[in-house]
């Protein structure tokens, strides 16, 4: 018997059923390896991380700034992916001499967020002027703050260095007079005088020190 040829449409059947038989297995494995939290792809290994729980590092970032350089570390947060929620299990604050240190409200809403769920943007809104922001790409949290709720997010310095005595403005100035002589190789002499001059102000606990020279 002659042999029939193949026509091209049933060449293109053939094609597309040899391709979805190698390519769909793939796709569906794919699907199964990864998954999208925010807007980030997360590979299997880093999800089962995720589960497990892992502990980043929080800041406070003021709202509208693009630059990071001026942000500090006031703690950290452990999260952890739960059915595939993200949540934030503890928050554990730090208190570092020369940083930023949270007012005790601000403090118990932090404690407060025990397994609080991120939303699909990765953040946990505290209040109108504050929340908290998740990064996965970078693995750190930011307490996000409007710069007109710093004085209520932040402690103010005088609950650290406790209430000043004086309330009113004071100054105090002091100045060192002197006078030197240098002598030349050449027998010469030559004679300066030094006029160094210190203020400080002070309003309760914010102070403003001046200090300079004058030589003649």
């Not at 796709?27 to 089962?48: D, K, N």
């Not at 452990?78 to 595939?84: H, Q, S, T, V």
Request: charged share 15%; net charge neutral; proline share 3%.
């Amino acid at each position: 018997m002659p042999l029939r040829r193949i026509s091209p449409g049933l060449k293109t059947q053939l094609a597309f059923g040899m391709i979805f038989l190698f390519v769909q297995p793939d796709a569906s494995a794919a699907a199964v390896r990864a998954q999208q939290i925010g807007g980030v792809i997360i590979p299997q290994a880093f999800s089962r991380a995720l589960q497990d729980g892992m502990s980043v590092p929080l800041y406070i970032h003021l709202a509208g700034s693009q630059d990071t350089r001026d942000d500090q570390r006031i703690g950290s947060a452990f999260i952890w992916l739960d059915d595939g929620q993200l949540r934030v299990r503890q928050i554990q604050l730090e208190e570092s001499e020369g940083n930023a240190s949270v007012s005790q409200q601000t403090r118990q809403q932090l404690i407060g967020l025990a397994n609080a769920p991120f939303s699909e943007a990765l953040t946990i809104p505290l209040t109108d002027s504050a929340q908290l922001d998740l990064s996965l790409r970078q693995l750190l949290l930011q307490l996000v703050v409007k710069r007109k709720a710093l004085g209520t997010v932040l402690r103010s310095r005088s609950e650290d260095i406790g209430q000043s005595s004086v309330n009113t403005l004071s100054s105090n100035l002091s100045y060192n007079l002197g006078v030197y002589n240098n002598q030349m190789r050449n027998g010469g002499s030559n004679t300066s005088s030094y006029l160094s001059l210190n203020n400080v102000t002070a309003l309760r606990e914010h102070h403003v020190v001046l200090d300079g020279s004058l030589y003649g």
